[in-house]
């Protein structure tokens, strides 16, 4: 298998979500981002998505997408954050690893296409 920044971005930052979503059932608050079960199944099943795509193919396209996902998600916590809406129980923190993520995964998937 060919290594390009697109796999290694995916593999990356999919093996934090997966890490992060195993986590999230046993310790709360995770590095000061409280966490729920919903969340954690949503950060396993995009840890699961980043590198199945990494390791198969379609790394760069789902990096893209996921990363667009994730900036609207960002943008989406920072109005909902104190609001009845928030069923996730987004915070600062979350965001911020939102932001993170949603910037490395835009830069690999639309930046290095290769």
Request: proline share 3%; glycine share 14%.
């Amino acid at each position: 298998m060919r290594s390009s920044p697109n796999r290694v971005v995916g593999l990356v930052v999919g093996g934090g979500f997966l890490v992060f979503g195993v986590l999230g059932f046993f310790v709360n608050p995770l590095l000061t981002v409280g966490v729920n079960p919903l969340q954690n199944v949503l950060h396993l099943a995009v840890g699961a998505a980043l590198i199945l795509c990494a390791l198969f193919g379609g790394a760069a396209r789902c990096n893209a997408i996921v990363g667009t996902v994730l900036l609207a998600v960002g943008i989406a916590g920072l109005f909902i954050i104190s609001s009845d809406v928030n069923v996730l129980g987004v915070n600062g923190a979350a965001n911020l690893l939102h932001f993170a993520s949603a910037a490395c995964l835009l830069a690999a998937g639309l930046g290095a296409r290769r």
